[in-house]
């Protein structure tokens, strides 16, 4: 069974310029999550879908970031403009409806904005 | 604002040495996970615990939950070189939601 499918690994881009990341969640799973991780720290949940649907998006800063998930599959983070603090490492996760609550994790996006 | 204390936050130990990395949180939560995270990759969960009092065994990594749900702790016997990474502990934010939170995280680098 194929993991979780995040892309691209690395991204390096000038302030101000607009980035998208991508997620594939194992197939059937029904939740997704976006998470920020700066280097030796835990994550920070940004957004939860359950399905299609955003059910916690109260860390997303909407300013800048947004987030979809359409046909409740793939989901796609995006920042515009970029600053220089949104230099991290995004994670993306999924969790079965019917599982004990493991979440399965990418292997994450490198974002570097110079 | 994490909720999930973590310490220490870096531990360089020798191999063959034990250690305890501790979670701890002023909140009840109605279960904690323990993750593992090395470099370039996603976290992988070791365990979940969810009984208050609760101890379970994974080779020779032992977890804890407390009595009141509110701390957890990992502990390794005889460490190695293949346990360096990133420990973090996970909650669900709310109690019956699968809203879940990390903690702080515990770098270990364990030298040969």
């Known amino acids: 069974e194929a993991g979780v499918v995040q892309s691209p690994r690395y991204k390096i881009i000038e302030k101000k310029q607009p980035v998208a990341f991508w997620c594939n969640p194992i197939s059937g799973h029904n939740t997704l999550y976006w998470y920020l991780q700066n280097l030796g720290q835990g994550p920070e949940l940004l957004i939860r879908?359950?399905?299609?649907?955003?059910?916690?998006d109260s860390q997303l800063p909407k300013d800048r970031f947004s987030a979809e998930r359409l046909k409740g599959v793939d989901s796609t983070l995006k920042i515009q403009p970029a600053e220089l603090g949104d230099s991290a490492v995004y994670l993306c996760a999924s969790r079965a409806t019917s599982s004990t609550g493991e979440l399965f994790f990418g292997e994450g996006s490198r974002l570097t904005v110079l | 604002t994490q909720l999930l204390e973590q310490s220490p936050q870096f531990l360089s130990i020798q191999e063959g040495e034990n250690l305890t990395v501790y979670c701890n949180s002023s909140s009840v939560f109605s279960s904690l996970q323990w993750y593992r995270q090395e470099p370039g990759e996603g976290p992988v969960l070791l365990v979940t615990?969810?009984?208050?009092?609760e101890v379970k065994k994974l080779k020779k990594l032992t977890f804890q939950f407390g009595d009141a749900r509110k701390d957890s702790s990992l502990h390794i016997t005889a460490a190695q070189p293949g346990d360096t990474g990133l420990y973090l502990c996970?909650?669900?934010?709310?109690?019956?939601?699968?809203?879940?939170?990390f903690g702080t995280g515990t770098r270990l680098k364990v030298l040969a």
């Open positions: 996970a909650g669900p934010f709310t109690s019956g939601t699968y809203k879940y939170i």
């Open positions: 615990v969810v009984t208050g009092g």
């Open positions: 879908y359950e399905n299609e649907e955003a059910v916690d």
